[in-house]
């Protein structure tokens, strides 16, 4: 609350009026007399007296009251009928204007006015926006219905008009104005707008006054509307609807009770109540207090025609009745005042804020200075400077001592209320709308003591305290919103009684949504009771019985305000909690915070700001439980559908309360859901498994579909869940798996087996490879083949046996079935594209195979040339080719094989040596020794054979394939003196061929290089042939001097054009240099400056 | 006396980390794409007008949020409100496929929508201009999961190369404005509600 102390007493026996320049921080004072007092404002908020105008003004005493302008820096002071213009630095007289209808009062207006906005139905948006600052001096008449307009725009004199009022006996009250409208001049008996920007020489009546039947807004009215009609169906037992409608209708200007309000009436003089309107502006909204319909109006900018919105104002009007003034003092807290007391209040509710008066002396005026710093001028001709403090239990409270000589009344003692409660909830809620309105203070920190240090953290301790109270005030508000269901319960269906419900409970979850009230204390008081009596289970406190729990029946808060608002605060805390909980896990010492933001203000919290006074500790775990076990509850009473995405996501529910529940109600997907969320997934299949049999034990389940439904389905939904678990469960997988195959028919199984296991087969990790093909293997080999196959090839990690399993498996295949082609072709591609495998293992164990005698002897062959894939990855191929040609016979696929190794190599000397030209390995035709040597091997085997059979055919085979990859020369050395020429002409007339091209392109070659260097030479003798005379005649052109004809000096020869100059050395090189710097001139004269340009410019 | 609300549309982009969610957003509304991958922290919003069948304008509201996930709990606070829900995957990125439910239900919570059932949700498959054989998430699993989650609708896009964006934008426009427009029908407007009163002129001072 605000407590006054007095600053200073500036006593002046002949002062008319005073005014106080912000600008300049002087107070200007007039005296009687026609002097001006200057006092000029010191630090501490006090006046010195700074100098005297003398004699200033003319007829003094009949001066009525000065008005300033800080942007134009004009005072006036006001006559009977005249106003004088005085510069506001010099106090300079600079204009009059004299009206003999009389001034009756003045304002000064300052308004930005958007000229964008129009007031007809189009809004013109080709043209932006652009705010003009209006400054509008406003007079009224005494002896006409009239007022005139001095208007300047942007600080510059714009006009001068003169407006009616549309009756006669009108006088105006109050002016203010609105970005949007322009003026809002109110009058004893109407309201006007009056737009700057137009050129409308008449005033603009606001007509449409709009009343909502229920303010959505206002949880107090709301629950003083359903406090009548509890009052009513308690009183009346046998209520029809229509006569408690009648009397709840908020329409109805009389039905609008007077809520708390004073019981006992004093009988005031009219002159002394508040009966004038007053329009004010908070920056927000334009308002005008309307205290003879007791009406508060809100100014409707956006729409087309200007209207006003009226909230009822009663209990303002009559808490503040024994006040005729009106000041708007700061933020949303207006100050009142009569001839005995000041008194600072809200506008909403005028709670009381601070209210004293004077010793010794009545009020005259009242004015505000700036801030926190008001000025009363007592009828004593004083004038006191009194300063405003928050007074507050937590803040430190070191007024000064001239305090004393102000009455100050404590704000409890004005209400007067039926019970204590009522008491108890009015204080709660005074605070509540004052700390409201004092942190939406901008300059709250000026209220504050020691104001300079800490304002942050006073703003904090009061956001916090605020937070409080605006959560004990809504409980508060709740236990009465219950009490008055209570009563008329039997109308709930009544949707009047569901609307204000409605209202009140969703004003009730915003206000703890926005300051994030404690869990515990919200579900204690405000949830169903079977929900808040899970508080103490899930938290394991024992400290509740002091706090009153939650009578609220299951169901019987309204489904829109639990989706709108109960829910919300449930996620909004849940998150709150989850992200602190998060910060916890991160933060070294295990204290995260989180920012809760108040008023654009970061306020850091832990854990404690969501736990109750006196509190035992609690986990965040628990807290985190408690929310989504509620969240569960609620989701589940109220909107079903969401109970699945709840257990499909991360969550802390409770494991038994869910377990009933949705056992209780046959959610069984929901449940596993859980189960899977929780990582629980054993007890989620045996929960199936032990569900076939409860559903199979009911007496009525044939009665039931879904239950026969389920019963029927359960080894699928086991198979589905066995599915989704990961991998790396796979014990549980074959366990269960195990239950499936048991119990399910033969013809089903296969297909059991390729869902859970063949389906994701490359996924397995490299341990469990084995187990599962074993697991497979035992119920279906044929399976088992196919699961090794899929892991040889697609898994990333393998492990070495599955390529062993799989490799006796074909060999098993290859040896046992006579109809094996499909096992040889998949075994020949798996040893030729598989490149995971180790040839050497495999090798091995093909050998062995084939050692041991297990192949059939007519296979024996076709077995032989599976050898050579592992072999030729092993890099022998004298082996391979051994096979090939010498057990197999097989010419055709040795010579493929040699060229497979060519290529091979090739390729990998293309990629890897691009760049390594002189490899050693290379034999000149681009083959690298190992397959030259492989070639070699191949044809000293092909020469072996003919010196045995005498056969031709395959020598020549091989020189035309592969004549070309050996060398000539080798090749006719190796070949026996006894093989025809005739047989070998075609590979000699291929080989000379080559030589012959090759030769052809040196020679070519070797011409180009020729005449290069033919030309060069020519060059060379041109630059020889040029000469120049040094006779005894010729001079050095640079010193003027001959040359001695005996000269061994050296000289230097230039060519400048076409001209031969030759110089002494030493000459030379002075040439060379001047010429240098004339190269340089040039460029730079081609480079032209700015500054250059400028000259030669002016020069022109 | 009736006012309607602006038609604003709200829509919330979900999808795991690095799938394209800032990109589809930038391609749509500004037409623009950026190679750089920065993440985004919290949440981000822009504003693009929108003509739905020729003859309803809207202001769609764009909320880019943090795929990761220790941003994540900054953005879930923009959730409310929201008219449409578009879940993104990396059709190279498996994983960013297999959250697409879970993107859902943890929607679902935290905007606490008014008919779950019915609340429009896009699916959007991005980077289809990747290569073939970088492609790990078919569009057959795309449409299985549409399918298992109410028919929603799928597209495949590109914000890279501008493939489906638009297309997908006005589907997401469309739904957005049938919930905007069901919301609308749930909200009951003040002034139905209210009576139209006369200010009395000052009383005078006899109290008869």
């Excluded at chain 1, 709660?428 to 000026?446: A, D, G, P, Q, R």
């Excluded at chain 1, 076990?629 to 109220?638: I, V």
């Excluded at chain 1, 057990?887 to 040699?898: E, G, M």
């Excluded at chain 2, 739904?175 to 009395?200: T, V």
Aim: aromatic share 10%; glycine share 2%.
């Amino acid at each position: 609350m605000f407590k006054p102390s007095l600053i200073q007493t500036i006593s002046s026996p002949e002062t008319t009026s005073h005014i106080f320049i912000n600008n300049s921080n002087k107070l200007i004072i007039s005296k009687k007399n026609g002097d001006i007092d200057i006092y000029s404002k010191q630090s501490h908020h006090s006046f010195k007296f700074s100098q005297t105008y003398s004699k200033l003004l003319q007829n003094p005493t009949l001066l009525q009251q000065w008005y300033h302008s800080n942007e134009l820096s004009i005072i006036i002071a006001r006559y009977d009928n005249s106003l004088y213009f005085f510069n506001s630095t010099n106090l300079q007289l600079f204009d009059t204007i004299h009206d003999k209808r009389g001034i009756q009062n003045c304002w000064f207006i300052n308004c930005n006015h958007s000229s964008s906005i129009t007031h007809s139905p189009i809004v013109s948006s080709s043209s932006p926006p652009s705010d003009d600052q209006f400054i509008v001096f406003i007079y009224s008449m005494k002896l006409k219905a009239r007022l005139r307009l001095i208007i300047w725009q942007n600080n510059s004199y714009k006009k001068m008009i003169e407006l009616s009022l549309s009756n006669n006996k009108e006088k105006i009250i109050s002016i203010d104005h609105s970005s949007q409208l322009g003026l809002i001049i109110v009058t004893n008996i109407s309201i006007y707008y009056y737009s700057l920007t137009d050129n409308n020489t008449t005033l603009t009546k606001i007509n449409t006054i709009w009343k909502k039947k229920i303010d959505s807004t206002d949880m107090i009215q709301s629950l003083q509307n359903l406090q009548d009609l509890t009052n009513v169906a308690s009183n009346t037992t046998t209520l029809d609807n229509q006569s408690y409608l009648s009397i709840g209708r908020l329409s109805k200007k009389s039905s609008i009770t007077n809520f708390w309000q004073r019981r006992h009436r004093i009988t005031i003089p009219m002159a002394n109540q508040l009966t004038s309107r007053f329009v004010f502006s908070n920056g927000n909204d334009v308002m005008v207090i309307d205290p003879i319909s007791k009406n508060l109006l809100f100014l409707n900018h956006d729409v087309t025609l200007p209207s006003f919105t009226a909230k009822s104002h009663s209990q303002f009007v009559e808490r503040n009745k024994d006040f005729n003034s009106i000041k708007l003092c700061f933020g949303n807290f207006l100050l009142l005042y009569n001839s005995q007391f000041i008194k600072i209040v809200d506008y909403k509710y005028g709670f009381n804020y601070g209210k004293f008066k004077l010793n010794n002396s009545n009020i005259k005026s009242v004015s505000i200075l700036s801030n926190n710093l008001i000025a009363i001028y007592t009828e004593n001709n004083d004038i006191q400077i009194i300063e405003l403090k928050l007074v507050d239990c937590i803040m430190t409270n070191d007024l000064t001592s001239d305090e004393l000589s102000i009455d100050y009344e404590e704000e409890e003692e004005e209400e007067d209320n039926d019970n204590d409660d009522d008491e108890e909830f009015i204080k709660l809620w005074k605070k509540v709308i004052f700390y409201t309105e004092f942190l939406n203070l901008s300059n709250y920190h000026l209220f504050l003591h020691n104001n300079n240090n800490n304002s942050s953290t006073s703003f904090e301790i009061c956001a916090i305290k605020l937070r409080d109270l605006t959560v004990l005030w809504c409980l508060n508000i709740f236990d009465k919103l219950q009490s008055c269901l209570n009563v008329i319960h039997n109308q709930d269906s009544d949707p009047q009684i569901i609307q204000l419900q409605n209202i009140i409970l969703s004003l009730i979850f915003e206000n703890f949504i926005k300051f994030w009230a404690p869990p515990q204390l919200v579900i204690l008081r405000t949830f169903p009771f079977n929900i808040s009596n899970l508080v103490k289970f899930l938290t394991n406190q024992n400290f509740f019985t002091h706090i009153k729990i939650s009578k609220i029946s299951n169901q019987s808060l309204p489904l829109e305000t639990v989706q709108k608002w109960i829910i919300p605060y449930l996620t909004d805390t849940r998150r709150h909690l989850k992200t602190l909980l998060q910060k916890d896990k991160s933060s070294r010492n295990g204290d995260g915070v989180i920012i809760w933001n108040y008023n654009s203000h970061s306020i850091e919290q832990s854990k404690d700001f969501f736990m109750m006074d006196d509190h035992d500790d609690v986990s965040l775990e628990n807290l985190l439980k408690l929310i989504d076990t509620t969240l569960f509850l609620m989701y589940l009473n109220y909107i079903p559908s969401m109970v699945s995405t709840l257990m499909r996501v991360e969550n802390s529910c409770d494991f038994k309360i869910v377990y009933d529940q949705l056992f209780e109600r046959k959610m069984f997907k929901e449940l596993l859901d859980f189960y899977y969320q929780h990582g629980e997934h054993e007890q989620a299949l045996k929960f199936l498994i032990g569900l076939k049999s409860h559903l199979n034990d009911q007496d009525n389940y044939s009665s039931s579909n879904l239950q026969f439904q389920w019963s029927q389905n359960i080894q699928y939904l086991i198979l589905n869940y066995l599915k989704q678990l990961p991998l790396s469960l796979l014990d549980i997988i074959i366990n269960y798996a195990n239950w499936l195959m048991e119990n399910v028919k033969d013809d089903a199984k296969s297909n059991i087996l390729k869902e859970i296991f063949l389906l994701r087969a490359e996924n397995f990790s490299y341990q469990d490879q084995l187990k599962v093909y074993q697991y497979i293997d035992k119920f279906n080999s044929k399976l088992s083949l196919n699961f090794l196959e899929i892991v040889g090839a697609e898994s990333k990690i393998i492990n070495p046996n599955i390529h062993i399993k799989l490799i006796e498996r074909y060999l098993f295949d290859f040896n046992n079935n006579d109809n094996n082609s499909m096992t040889k072709l998949k075994l020949n591609s798996f040893l030729r594209t598989n490149n995971k495998y180790n040839p050497e293992t495999i090798l091995k164990i093909l050998q062995n195979y084939l050692n041991e005698g297990k192949i059939p002897k007519d296979q024996e062959n076709s077995f032989k040339y599976l050898l050579i894939s592992p072999l030729q990855r092993l890099g022998k191929h004298e082996t391979s080719l051994d096979i090939l040609y010498d057990q197999l016979n097989d010419f055709k696929t040795c010579s493929n094989y040699c060229l497979q190794i060519l290529n091979s190599n090739s390729n990998s000397n293309n990629d890897n040596n691009d760049d390594d030209d002189d490899d050693d390995d290379d034999d000149g035709n681009g083959n690298d020794k190992n397959s030259q040597n492989v070639l070699l091997y191949f044809f000293q085997k092909i020469i072996d054979s003919y010196l045995l059979n005498n056969i031709t055919t395959e020598i020549i085979f091989f020189l035309q394939i592969h004549g070309k990859n050996i060398d000539t020369i080798t090749l006719l050395e190796l070949i026996p003196k006894n093989f025809k020429l005739f047989d070998l002409s075609l590979t000699l007339f291929n080989s000379i061929n080559k030589t012959s091209f090759q030769k052809d392109y040196s020679k070519l070659k070797q011409n180009l290089l020729q005449l290069e260097l033919i030309n060069i030479s020519n060059d060379i003798n041109q630059l020889s042939a040029s000469y120049s005379i040094l006779d005894e005649t010729y001079s050095c052109p640079v010193c003027r001097k001959n040359f001695p004809i005996y000269t061994t000096g050296t000289i230097l020869w230039f060519k400048i054009g076409h001209r031969n100059v030759a110089t002494h050395y030493n000459c030379g090189k002075v040439l060379q240099n001047r010429i240098n710097e004339k190269k340089k001139l040039t460029t730079h004269q081609n480079l032209k400056t700015i500054q250059s340009l400028r000259n030669q410019d002016n020069t022109a | 006396m009736s006012t309607r609300k602006k038609q604003i549309l709200k829509v919330i982009i979900l999808g795991d980390s690095g799938v394209g969610k800032t990109s589809l957003m930038h391609r749509y509304v500004n037409d623009k794409y950026s190679q750089q991958y920065k993440a985004t922290i919290g949440a981000d919003f822009l504003t693009k007008e929108v003509a739905i069948d020729n003859d309803t304008t809207a202001t769609m509201q764009v909320w880019d949020t943090a795929g990761q996930e220790r941003f994540q709990s900054l953005g879930v606070a923009f959730y409310r409100g929201a008219d449409c829900c578009v879940l993104v995957y990396d059709v190279t990125n498996p994983k960013s496929f297999e959250n697409i439910k879970s993107w859902r239900d943890e929607f679902l919570i935290h905007a606490n929508v008014s008919s779950p059932e019915t609340f429009p949700f896009v699916i959007l498959g991005n980077k289809v201009d990747t290569k073939d054989s970088k492609k790990s998430v078919t569009l057959k699993a795309a449409q299985e999961l549409s399918k298992s989650l109410g028919n929603i609708p799928l597209f495949q896009t590109s914000a890279k190369n501008s493939i489906n964006v638009d297309s997908a934008f006005e589907e997401i426009a469309r739904g957005a404005l049938e919930q905007n427009k069901a919301d609308a029908d749930a909200y009951e407007d003040d002034f139905n509600d209210a009576i139209n009163i006369q200010l009395d002129g000052e009383p005078s001072s006899c109290a008869c």
